[in-house]
């Protein structure tokens, strides 16, 4: 049973890489129907960490939050394409080597299951990368051009969006983890809502950067994950109250009329996670 543990621990590590590699991908292309496609794709796998990590957590272990390796390299959509295929490759290869695996020593036909579900989605998504590499290598040309024409960006503008991106990353990992273990039902769901809602304010803000003709940075700052449930929604009421003042200055800073407004919006959605976080507390502390 440990060793099922450890196997789909690391196969949350890779699924969260994977996640991270596709959105990076899909920011950087911008809008139009592939990056669409792509996001698509990371939202499956986005399905898959959350499986993995309610199988893990129903096996008793701990659903792990670290993440894989991230292949950041290749010159342009096309090749981005074919480090997708690679993943989703190596992808195939581990399920089929944990299922092998998981399904010689046991009795646990649920994980097995499971594992089947996720690996016949990893073989669709190789073939709608292929697709996708085809039809990136028309636009390649085109969009390559655009981006030479690209006007001078200050770079204070990537540092801000960036940092936005990084906060946001942050409070998705924290907030999906804390969504995972915590053990009143409600709270966890509510805490999987506003995740999903930050996941919308990093695209936000990685597809500005994108955009912009620059690269979102996809690296996450320090997660607070331990405690009851009392000290997690104090650590994401800090969270977002820091974030708050942060967005605050960066609205004033930033002299673009379209990024204010959008600072502005993410900023009012974080004024709400604080007043829902703080209920979520009260109603936490009259039940103790
Ligand atoms: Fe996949
Ligand atoms: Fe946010
Ligand atoms: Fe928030």
Redesign the pocket.
């Known amino acids: 049973m440990n060793d099922a543990i450890t196997m789909l621990r690391a196969d949350m590590r890779d699924e969260h890489a994977a996640i991270i590699q596709y959105l990076q991908h899909a920011y950087a292309i911008g809008e139009g129907e592939e990056a669409c496609e792509i996001e698509a794709i990371a939202r499956d796998e986005m399905r898959h960490l959350r499986w993995l990590a309610e199988m893990v957590v129903e096996l008793g272990g701990d659903p792990t939050m670290e993440r894989g390796e991230v292949d950041g390299s290749g010159a342009g959509p096309v090749e981005w394409m074919a480090r997708d295929i690679a993943a989703e490759e190596r992808a195939i290869a581990q399920y089929k080597e944990h299922i092998a695996a998981i399904d010689i020593d046991n009795d646990n036909p649920r994980v097995v299951r499971l594992l089947k579900r996720i690996l016949s989605d990893e073989m669709a998504h190789k073939e709608a990368f292929s697709g996708l590499a085809e039809e990136l290598a028309e636009e390649a040309a085109k969009a390559e051009k655009a981006a030479q024409q690209g006007e001078t960006i200050s770079p204070r503008v990537f540092e801000i969006l960036n940092q936005g991106v990084r906060h946001?990353y942050t409070?998705i990992l924290q907030y999906l983890y804390h969504s995972f273990v915590i053990p009143h039902r409600d709270v966890g769901r509510e805490l999987d809502m506003?995740a999903i809602?930050?996941m919308q304010?990093m695209g936000w803000l990685a597809e500005e950067v994108g955009e912009l003709g620059g690269h979102p940075r996809m690296e996450h700052a320090e997660l607070t994950l331990e405690g009851d449930t009392t000290a997690m929604l104090e650590a994401d009421i800090a969270?977002?109250r820091e974030?708050t003042r942060v967005y605050g200055r960066q609205i004033k800073e930033l002299e673009d009329a379209d990024l204010k407004a959008l600072l502005t919006r993410i900023r009012e959605?974080?004024i709400y996670?604080?007043e829902l976080f703080n209920d979520l507390l009260e109603q936490v502390q009259e039940r103790e």
């Open positions: 946001e409070v506003q809602n930050e304010h969270a977002e974030v959605h974080e996670h604080d």
